[in-house]
């Protein structure tokens, strides 16, 4: 089965956070994985063109019920209804996942990702204290500087 990564951020995102996101997305696709994200505009819609533009899938989790309402470059739009509680479903959907900038959105989502155990990569994203649970055996997020390093991160053996 091919990897699944979660790429998250915010909805409204600046140059500074849509180019980025755009690289990730056509690295990604270009290592194999199957990328999810929230399915909107900002960050999700540059990672989402990035993967296109390199021939990969992207999986949009819509907060709503119309499938139409996903950006343009998806390959696939699921209407969850759920709201922003489709984060939990990103979550549990991908194997890690690389933040690109932040919102209160992207928080949650990197909170879910550290507490389900998986990999977390940030890209100039929010900067988190490592938690107690983390120095016992546990994981913390993983800073890194570049797109490159991002997928490195939540791809290493591949």
Do not use: F
Not at 39 to 58: F, S
Not at 78 to 103: P, S
Request: hydrophobic residues 45%; glycine residues 18%.
């Amino acid at each position: 089965m091919r990897p699944c990564i979660a790429v998250a951020g915010p909805g409204q995102a600046s140059a500074e956070e849509a180019e980025p996101a755009r690289r990730v997305g056509e690295l990604l696709a270009g290592r194999g994985a199957v990328v999810v994200c929230g399915g909107l505009g900002g960050v999700m819609e540059a990672c989402a063109e990035g993967v296109r533009a390199a021939g990969g899938t992207v999986v949009g989790l819509l907060p709503g019920q119309d499938r139409s309402a996903g950006n343009r470059h998806l390959s696939v739009a699921v209407a969850t209804g759920l709201g922003e509680l489709r984060n939990g479903v990103l979550v549990n959907t991908c194997d890690a996942l690389i933040a690109v900038g932040g919102g209160w959105g992207t928080l949650s989502e990197i909170a879910l990702a550290l507490r389900a155990g998986k990999t977390v990569a940030l890209l100039g994203s929010w900067a988190l204290p490592v938690a107690p649970s983390a120095t016992a055996g546990g994981h913390g997020p993983i800073e890194v500087a570049t797109p490159a390093e991002a997928v490195e991160a939540v791809l290493p053996d591949l």
